[in-house]
C-alpha cells in the first residue's frame, strides 16, 4: 500500500510541473499529519533529491512542507479541542470519560501538563504518534499559540533534516525509506515502554491497593 502511494507521487511528479510539484507535496505534508498511513517522511526525502536535481527551488518545498504540516497539526488539534473533555469535574455526560477511568485521564493530563510543550516539539520526530500527540493536545487545550510555534519548530526541524537527506543521497534518496521505518519502529516501542513504566504500572499498583 505504502509502495503504491510513493510510486503514485513519483508518477505525478513526472508529469506536472514544478507548481504541481508544490501542490502534491504540500498536501502530502498535510495529509500525513491526518491519516497516519500516509508515507510523508519518505516523500519528503524525495523532495530534497527533486531539489538536487533542481527540479524545485528549496525554501518553497520546504516553508509549503513545514507549514502544511503545522496546519495538519493543528487541525488534529482542533479535532481533539472539540472533544469537551474538561478533566476538572466528573461529569457523566461527558463523551470521552465514558469510555476512559477519570483517574487515568487525570494521569494523562498531569503527564501533558508536565511535558506538553516539549513533546509538542519533539512530535515530528516521534513516528507514530503524531496524530495522537496533536488530538491529546487538544483534548487538554495546550496553549493555542505556544502550541503552534512548538509545532512550527518541530516541523521546521524535521523537514530540514529530511530534506537534507534526500539532497545528499540523490538518486538513492529511496534507501532512506528502510531507516525511516525501522526508526519508527523503535520509537513506537520505547514510548510504549515508557508509557508502561511511567503510567500503565503506577496506575495498576494503585487500582490493585483498592
Aim: net charge positive; with cysteine.
Amino acid at each position: 500500500m505504502i509502495d503504491h502511494i510513493i510510486q503514485s507521487v513519483i508518477d505525478w511528479v513526472n508529469l506536472v510541473g514544478p507548481l504541481g510539484i508544490y501542490v502534491i507535496f504540500t498536501c502530502i505534508a498535510y495529509l500525513e499529519n491526518v491519516v497516519p498511513p500516509v508515507p510523508g517522511d519518505v516523500l519528503i526525502v524525495f523532495s530534497g533529491y527533486l531539489v538536487a536535481e533542481g527540479i524545485i527551488d528549496l525554501f518553497p518545498i520546504w516553508i509549503l512542507t513545514v507549514m502544511s504540516s503545522v496546519v495538519g497539526f493543528m487541525n488534529m488539534y482542533w479535532i481533539g479541542g472539540k472533544l469537551e473533555v474538561q478533566i476538572s469535574g466528573k461529569q457523566s455526560n461527558q463523551r470521552i470519560l465514558k469510555f476512559f477511568d477519570y483517574e487515568y485521564m487525570m494521569i494523562a493530563k498531569a503527564w501533558m501538563d508536565k511535558y506538553g510543550q516539549w513533546v509538542i516539539i519533539g512530535n515530528r520526530f516521534l513516528a507514530g504518534t503524531r496524530s495522537v500527540i496533536s488530538i491529546t493536545a487538544g483534548v487538554f487545550k495546550l496553549k493555542l499559540f505556544n502550541t503552534i510555534i512548538c509545532s512550527f519548530i518541530s516541523s521546521a526541524l524535521w523537514n530540514t533534516l529530511l530534506i537534507s537527506l534526500g539532497w545528499v543521497l540523490k538518486e538513492n534518496w529511496a534507501t532512506i525509506g528502510s531507516y525511516l521505518s525501522t526508526y519508527g519502529i523503535f520509537i513506537l516501542v520505547l514510548i510504549l515502554i515508557l508509557f508502561i513504566v511511567k503510567i500503565l504500572i503506577p496506575y495498576l499498583g494503585k487500582k490493585a491497593k483498592k
